[in-house]
């Protein structure tokens, strides 16, 4: 038995001695990792990003990569679960040596994630996630969780003022989502708006992929609100403006981010006339880095890119140019290119916005809001 | 004793293994494999030894998981109370299922253990009040094994004493008594046993190693969210049980350890993995019903 | 009374495809004693199959409702022969795992063919809403309790009439006096799972016309349909009936008026009442296995 212990120990040295010194010769490659939800109900929203993503990647590839040498990606499915999502990151950092993380999307994963990519001193970026409590639990000055776009609280802020001023409601039925994303925007849009003089008539949520919403809407008709607000996925928001049209709901509708999607337009076919939607992204967007963003990605995939595309994109792109800057593939040295990047422009936002991170990892910058006229939306400017 | 010799030689392979040849990564699933054994292990006792198709196994681990995540939160108490007390308020829900569970019929257990398995889903994910809802709970790591390492040889032992405590179960009168019910129920009736009461201890005490398995999940992760408590995970624990082997105290550990392991060394193939778990699932009760303990055993018998 | 009338008609159109998918249910579950996890992906796959007739062949709805009915028997018929009856012969119990197995196969191979995102089948029938007093419906939910009555009366007289359905009766009254009476148990249990596939999956057709199809569109409607073969009773097809617009009516009420979030854990907790106050089932029988 001790001789075998033995043995095995000695072999066990002589393994990571040599992928020591494998790891040594190569120690320039850039990699890096990603965790998606690719399969489960969060899947639609991840293979979009995964598309973001993976053209990032290309596009730093066709230039050359990083340090002579092609980027390596390396992708996870953490089926939208924080069990699996911790072990993706560990499998990422320990086993595919990465230096950076792209991800998560779904934001009770993303925390969960968060913890051990601190503990390894890898930074994170998020690929979608919005609930700002996964920032806020950074510390202040030296967070490892990024997000490269607004959370839900600027969101949730955004949209009620757009709602009330912009949009002339004064009084909103809130339906959300029963998921971190629907119900942190929820409780942030609620609070803000009846912080500017709304008022909320009724909070309802749902449960994730529900499809009928006949009987939630038969009371939202009954208490005539002058606007519904939806914290939710395309999905089930398509749904709703669907059946809201058919129920005689005459109110108008607006949406949370994720549901700026054609697919959306198309689900809930001309009942979505009118519908606004919070957008931090648009093929025809006024930013011009993402409207070449737009304009090569539509080459490469022959359709166009929508908000998750873009999100994936700059999430990697950040990762990679940190890397770049740092000169060296090193996550501590990239957490600290991160925090010093207010030059980098994002595809996002309104022109010029760029990777300005605050001490908690968070990029501010003004939401747009779009509006759907003739089967297509169109963006309100920003103001 | 040879049991125990082997379970003690089985971990300490684990504990060489994973630490030695791998990293974090390894010993990160080493942990979850060892939470998966306690679950299936547990679950074989009414499944395997008295026949009773449970799927709610996973809202017993949600049950624990949450007991101590909520004990933490609201009175600050410790894993070392944390463990007993998640063990315990599992037990007495398995036992409280247990009174109308047991008076159903055939297929109807099954039924019931599913609908039971979806509303603790539900309240844990709908009750924000009390459980967090989604955002769920954050869990303080156990004082004393914050690292990853340490923390695993705690599982590891607690494994052990796990395992160790289910082999003396099953060898004890009481396994004795399980095995007759689920033989010939009416026969061990007839002899004057009280087969519902056995049943019900049996049911208890398989709910309190789950809940401990819980919380060990809750103290792993750092943190609780309904999510990790769904019907599917039950279901995945049943097919642990089936595909090592039922009513045999080494299938399902074997049917723990492949189907935690196999999908982490399938993501190579992240895109198909679980069209193949899924084909696994299907051509293992088709070739080996009895599991693959039950197919060892009787290649060794010829 | 304005708002009753409503979720009143809401909870009959989602009860008529729950009635649809229990009937399947019911004829494999409490005749043949099949516990089918995959249930639910015969329901999906009717809605995917439905969106290949309507939108890529193109072939209107009518004729891709009779596409749906018979790709499903043939795949109801090859899953039953291919993998339920070598199972069920070594060990029956084994058979929920395969089921369990094929439903996480049927769902995943469907998300690598069409992707995660939702499907819509065109039912060719005018938008918009209809207004019948207070109640406003769409012509394609009224198209949904109209098909499931004529489908669930067509079933009701081939059960009547027809060999399998004397001998579907006699089976679920007792298979083995069925057998020994002469009645090939075989041939009947693949008919049998062929039309419980059909049912599926004619309901996930249309469905997936209102409510759109996704590859995990079955995942909850299984578990529902068991609550409501459980409630009816094993088996029972009027009981099936009655039990599943029982439940669509049930849980419209519910959301109306005590909120969204309640609407899935009524049918389980009931369940749960009743077969803690009856075990054998709210119109089974009290019998002793030995």
Known sequence: MAIWVKAAAAAGLSVMISSVAISAAFAEQLKLGVSLPLSGPASLAGTSIREGIEFAVKQANQKGGVFDQDVKVFIEDDEGNPTKGVTAVRKLIEQDHVVGISGTYVSAVAAAESKVAKEYKVPMISAGSTSSAVTDANTAGDPWFFRAFPGSRAQAKQTASDTLKKLNAKTVAVLYENSIYGKSLADEFKSNYEGIGGKVVAMEAYNPGDKDFYSSLTNVRAQSPSAVYIAGLMDSGAQIIKQAGELGVQTQIVGSGSMMSDKLIELAGPASEGFAVSSMFEPSTPNKHGAEFAKEFRAAYKKEPDVYSAIGFDSMGLLIEAARRAGKPDGAAMQKQLLNMPDFPLSQGPDRTTAKFDDKGSVEFKVGLAIVKNGKREWLPFD | ?302 | MILFQQFLANGVVVGSSYVLVALGLTLIFGILKIVNFAHGEFYMLGGYVAVVGTQVLGIGPLPSIVLVIVVMVMLGWFIERAIFVPIAKKDPTNVIIASFGLSILLQNIVLKIAGPEPMLARSGLPRGAIQIGNIFLTSERLAIVALAAVTVTALLVVLKYTWIGLSLRAMSENATVARICGINVRRVGVVTFAIGAALAGLAGALMATVFTVQPNAGSLIVMKAFVIVVLAGMGSIEGAIIAGLALGIVESLVTGYLGNGLRDIVGFIFVMGVLTIRPQGLFGIQTDRS
């Not at chain 2, 939470?35 to 017993?60: E, N, Q, R």
């Not at chain 2, 599992?90 to 036992?95: H, T």
């Open chain 2, 1 to 302: 004793m040879r049991a125990i010799f082997l379970i003690l030689v089985a971990a300490a392979t684990l504990a060489i293994v994973s630490t030695v040849f791998g990293g974090g990564y390894a010993i990160n699933i080493a942990i979850v494999v060892c939470i998966y054994v306690i679950l299936a292990s547990s679950l074989d006792i009414v499944m395997g030894w008295t026949g009773l198709f449970s799927f709610a196994h996973a809202a017993f681990l949600g049950i624990g998981a949450y007991t101590a995540a909520i004990l933490g939160r609201d009175f600050g108490t410790t894993f070392w109370l944390n463990l007993p007390l998640g063990m315990i308020v599992a037990g007495l829900f398995g036992f409280l299922l247990g009174l109308p569970l047991l008076r159903a019929q055939g297929h109807f257990l099954a039924i019931m253990t599913i609908a039971f398995q979806t509303i603790v889903y539900l309240v844990l994910s709908q009750w924000t009040d009390f459980t967090g809802g989604q955002y769920g709970i954050e869990v303080e790591p156990v004082a004393g094994f914050t690292t990853l390492s340490s923390y695993f040889y705690l599982v590891l032992v607690i494994a052990v004493i796990c395992l160790i405590a289910i082999r003396f179960l099953t060898q004890s009168r009481l396994g004795d008594a399980l095995q007759a019910i689920r033989d010939d129920e009416t026969l061990a009736r007839t002899i004057g046993m009280n087969t519902k009461a056995v049943k019900l201890v049996a049911l208890a005490i398989s709910s309190a190693f789950a809940g401990g398995a819980g919380v060990l999940l809750a103290y792993h992760i750092r943190g609780v969210t309904p999510d990790d408590y769904t019907v599917l995970a039950s279901a995945s624990i049943v097919a642990m049980v089936v595909l090592g082997g039922r009513g045999r105290f080494w299938g399902p550990v074997l049917g723990a350890v492949l189907l935690t392991a196999l999908p982490e060394m399938l993501s190579i193939l992240t895109d198909y993995k679980h069209i193949f778990y899924g084909g696994v699932l299907i051509l293992v009760t088709m070739f080996a019903p009895q599991g693959l303990a039950g197919k060892f055993s009787r290649w060794r018998a010829r």
